[in-house]
Nanobody, 127 residues
Framework: QVQLVESGGGSVQSGGSLTLSCAVN????????MGWFRQSPGKEREGIAA???????THADTVKERFTISEDRAKKMLLLQMNSLNPEDTAMYYC?????????????????????WGRGTQVTVSS
């Protein structure tokens, strides 16, 4: 069983920065997907950043050049550095992980790829 615990959310003014962390408890396979998603009221969950075992990443266009996903495998931590935040970034942010079952292995922003989810951490950006 894998448990994911997010931290680092909070309130920040427009233009500010935050770093989200996700602690991974339990055993995950050698090849797996990890990602960050967000959801605000009335909107669908959005995949914003993903990473795979060899370090390749992808970021959604809405956060590209502002957010950066990284992984510290030794510490079993997933990070999301968020810069130049704006009110549209206000949402609940979720960490997710999923095993690789075969096929093409690329970082993936689709929620269906992920099996395990954290409970989320709230990010609020004021103008």
């Amino acid at each position: 069983q894998v448990q994911l615990v997010e931290s680092g959310g909070g309130s920040v003014q427009s233009g500010g920065s935050l770093t989200l962390s996700c602690a991974v408890n339990g055993n995950i396979p050698e090849m797996y997907y990890m990602g960050w998603f967000r959801q605000s009221p009335g909107k669908e969950r959005e995949g914003i950043a993903a990473v795979v075992t060899d370090g390749r990443t992808t970021h959604a266009d809405t956060v590209k050049e502002r957010f950066t996903i990284s992984e510290d495998r030794a510490k079993k931590m997933l990070l999301l550095q968020m810069n130049s935040l704006n009110p549209e970034d206000t949402a609940m942010y979720y960490c997710a992980a999923g095993p690789f079952y075969g096929g093409v292995y690329n970082p993936d922003l689709r929620a269906k790829r992920y099996t395990y989810w954290g409970r989320g951490t709230q990010v609020t950006v004021s103008s």
